[in-house]
């Protein structure tokens, strides 16, 4: 089970941890945070001393009702950070959180190395297009609507079910287009309730049936927060909970704001699972 980054191969048999850095003024636990380029290196350099594989750069914040940003800004905010990054550390393998095939074009001719797409590419028609074009993992979420109305569209017959049936159709699709290299994401807190996050968590060892690394995004999201009426600063031994949990179930990638917590995860887990 690999995924090739700009022609290195990535073995995600083994659990992997990415790192998350938002470039946004907005994001809901460390938005505003790396406003100028020491901050963003000495982020970067953490992660990635503390064992991310990857770091997952987002320009425009996916929270539950999140303002607007046009395309030219996110890409204004966007690529000078990944040649940056690349300039400092030029091993880095970089995925970029973007639902639009323009702002994924343009991050990996500046030397990204994957595009997150919280959309699976429902929210841009040309999206499979360019990932065919350039080549590189295609990160697929599960999500109805947008930021702006996914939170009013939360009503299913069998959530399970539904996802597995939107995964196939993705997929098929996304292979027509003669995409090599899919993870799914169940996107928790995208258009789900509370309640409904847990389910989807509950039975998350059935998108395994997909044979496709599966990626997991829950770090100190509400539905951690919430349950233990606390708040996202809060929320880290939750989501080490989460995780570790997670990865029993078989998630290949870990997406997180502690990049060394996750790692610990990962670590014991390898240790009870060789």
Do not use: W
């Not at 360019?130 to 609507?145: C, D, E, L, Q």
């Not at 569209?153 to 090599?180: H, M, P, Q, W």
Request: contains cysteine; aromatic residues 8%; charged residues 25%.
């Amino acid at each position: 089970m690999t995924i090739n980054c700009k022609g290195q191969l990535i073995d995600l048999s083994t659990p992997k941890v990415m790192g998350i850095l938002n470039v946004t003024p907005n994001s809901f636990f460390d938005g505003g945070k790396y406003k100028n380029e020491n901050e963003i290196l000495s982020r970067v350099e953490k992660m990635l001393l503390d064992g991310a594989t990857f770091i997952d750069l987002g320009a425009y914040s996916s929270k539950p009702s999140a303002e607007f940003v046009s395309e030219e800004e996110e890409i204004s905010r966007i690529v000078p950070t990944i040649v940056l990054i690349l300039k400092n550390f030029p091993e880095t393998i970089i995925s970029i959180d973007t639902f639009r095939a323009e702002v994924a074009k343009a991050s990996i001719e500046s030397g990204a190395a994957i595009i997150n797409d919280i959309a699976a590419g429902n929210l841009d028609e040309k999206m499979f297009e360019i990932i065919a074009k350039y080549n590189v993992p295609y990160i697929m979420m599960h999500m109805r609507g947008n930021p702006q109305t996914m939170q009013t569209l939360t009503n299913y017959d069998d959530i399970v079910k539904e996802i597995v049936f939107y995964f196939s159709e993705r997929i098929a699709s996304a292979r027509s287009f003669g995409i090599n290299d899919l993870i799914i994401d169940p996107g928790f807190g995208f258009a789900k309730t509370l309640e409904q996050n847990y389910e989807v968590f509950k039975k998350m060892e059935l998108f395994n049936g997909l044979e496709l690394p599966m990626l997991i995004g829950i770090s100190r999201k509400s539905m951690i927060y919430k349950t233990l009426n606390s708040n996202a600063e809060h929320a880290l031994n939750g989501t080490t909970v989460l995780n570790t949990l997670a990865l029993t179930k078989g998630a290949k990638i870990l997406r997180v704001h502690d990049v060394k917590e996750a790692m610990e995860c990962v670590t014991l887990f390898n240790k009870i699972n060789p």
